[in-house]
């Protein structure tokens, strides 16, 4: 069945970086659009970042210019590099596995999350 498993979240000052990993199993990872999504506390879902199986990425305005999002194929992994992280950017982190058809922020499976706390 698909697994996906999130890990590297943590607690980290401001304008600190992070590294979220995500391990995919249970289905053919290099042929899926993969996404990272967030939920802050007391707030709902929000997409950050995706790519599609080719290797396009994609990343909405608020974590633009600080986060990229790479894959490795080979490792059925995917990959969160955070920087210049802000306290917004607090919340659990989630890799999703992209659904086919319908919107690019669409998924159908996603992980348990990693949190991830950003505060002094």
């Known amino acids: 069945q698909v697994q996906l498993v999130e890990s590297g979240g943590g607690l980290v000052q401001p304008g600190g970086s992070l590294r979220l990993s995500c391990a995919a199993s249970g289905f053919p990872f290099s042929s899926y659009r993969m996404l990272w999504v967030r939920q802050a506390p007391g707030k709902g879902l929000e997409w950050v970042s995706i790519i599609r199986a080719g290797g396009t990425p994609y990343y909405a305005d608020y974590v633009k210019g600080r986060f990229l999002i790479s894959r490795d194929n080979a490792k059925n992994t995917l990959y969160l590099q955070m920087d210049g992280l802000k306290p917004e950017d607090t919340g659990l982190y989630f890799c999703?596995?992209?659904?086919?058809?319908?919107?690019?922020?669409?998924?159908?499976?996603r992980g348990q999350g990693t949190q991830v706390t950003v505060s002094s």
């Open positions: 999703a596995r992209g659904s086919t058809g319908g919107s690019v922020i669409a998924y159908d499976y």
